[in-house]
Nanobody
C-alpha cells in the first residue's frame, strides 16, 4: 500500500509560479512511477505530467510542456511539480497518483494505469 499527500496549492496571479509536492509513503513507494492529473471546474480529469520510478524519464501534456517541470527526490520519496507561467486555464484541483512499475513515463499518461491517488490540492490562477 502507498499513501500520497499533496501540498503546495494556492492562489496565484497569471504569469506566476507555484510548486506542488507529492510525498509518498509505504513499503513499495520507491518503485512507483508518479503522475499528476488535474480536474478543472466542469471538466474531466486530465493528465498533466508523469515521472518514472527512477526519475530518468518524464512526460508532459502538450498544454504544460515548457512551463511545468517534474523532479524526483528518491531519498525522500517526494515528487515536485514546478509550475511556471501559470494561466487561468491551469486552475484546477491537482492530484498526485502512483503506479507500481518500471515503464517509461509516457506509459503513465493514462489514469487507468495508476494504483494510488492523493486527495488533491487546489490551484487557482487569477487573470
Amino acid at each position: 500500500q502507498v499513501q500520497l499527500a499533496e501540498s503546495g496549492g494556492g492562489l496565484v496571479q497569471a504569469g506566476g509560479s507555484l510548486r506542488l509536492s507529492c510525498a509518498a509513503s509505504g513499503r513499495t513507494a520507491s518503485s512507483c512511477a508518479v503522475g499528476w492529473f488535474r480536474q478543472g471546474p466542469g471538466k474531466e480529469r486530465e493528465f498533466v505530467a508523469a515521472i518514472s520510478w527512477s526519475g530518468g524519464s518524464t512526460y508532459y501534456a502538450d498544454s504544460v510542456e515548457g512551463r511545468f517541470t517534474l523532479s524526483r527526490d528518491s531519498a525522500k520519496n517526494t515528487v515536485a511539480l514546478q509550475m511556471n507561467s501559470l494561466k487561468p486555464e491551469d486552475t484546477a484541483v491537482y492530484y498526485c497518483a502512483a503506479a507500481q512499475g518500471y515503464s517509461s513515463a509516457r506509459y503513465y499518461a493514462l489514469s487507468a494505469r495508476y494504483d494510488y491517488w492523493g486527495q488533491g490540492t487546489q490551484v487557482t490562477v487569477s487573470s
